[in-house]
């Protein structure tokens, strides 16, 4: 179907374009509270692991090894991934707000397929193109025939997660609070963003 622009996307949604620019401004907005304040909950559990690691150094190697210890902290965290999992019921708009965050159409090479109907059929992870250890990872609706309630969180591999961004389209759901729940089980974040 073709846009006001006159441009054709596969998936028959009209003016995909606007849709695009709307969830970029969305998503920037998203990424920074979630830069800004979200990751201080990942941080100050992160700083404090690291502080008894620094010690439990320190007393085996002493501060004489400490600079050498730092570098090769930092390259591991330089190369640690951070799996994002993008979840929520079906037909929300998870793979979009991927492709978005990440700065592609769904016509562009990378990008998620974007359908009308539920096209997330498997966990799908998606690398940032300019952080490549970041992941967002697309996940199937909740609570779907293949999904259901029950046998999601094996489904989905839940523990796999850093943190989960649960995506909403209308009022606050009993999936959605049963999704903050479990990720609270598991001592992981969750964010919520309607859309």
């Keep these: 179907m073709a846009t ?14 606007n ?4 969830w970029g401004e969305a998503s920037s907005l998203l990424f920074s509270a979630v830069t800004k304040e979200g990751f201080k909950q990942i941080l100050d559990s992160n700083q404090r692991e690291e502080l008894k690691r620094m010690r439990d150094f320190i007393t085996v190697h002493g501060l004489a090894k400490l600079q050498e210890y ?4 930092e390259t591991r965290q330089r ?5 994002i999992a993008v979840i ?5 708009g998870k793979t979009t707000f991927i492709n978005t965050i990440r700065g592609l159409l769904p016509t562009d090479e990378g990008a998620a397929v974007v359908d009308v109907e539920q096209a997330t059929l498997v966990p799908t992870p998606f690398a ?26 094996e489904q989905i591999s839940f523990h796999r997660y850093d943190f989960f961004l ?14 903050a729940i479990e990720a609270q089980k598991v001592e992981k974040p969750c964010f919520f963003a309607r859309t």
């Design 19 to 22: 849709v695009q620019r709307t």
């Design 88 to 92: 929520g019921n079906a037909g929300v």
């Design 70 to 73: 730092m570098a090769n902290e």
């Design 4 to 17: 006001k622009s006159g441009e054709t996307h596969p998936n028959g949604s009209e003016d995909m374009e």
């Design 128 to 153: 940032d193109p300019s952080s490549p250890n970041l992941i967002y990872w697309d996940l199937p609706g909740l609570g779907t025939p293949e999904y259901p309630i029950e046998t999601y969180k």
């Design 79 to 83: 190369n640690t991934p951070l799996n």
């Design 166 to 179: 649960v995506l909403s389209c209308t009022r606050f759901t009993t999936s959605d609070a049963w999704l």
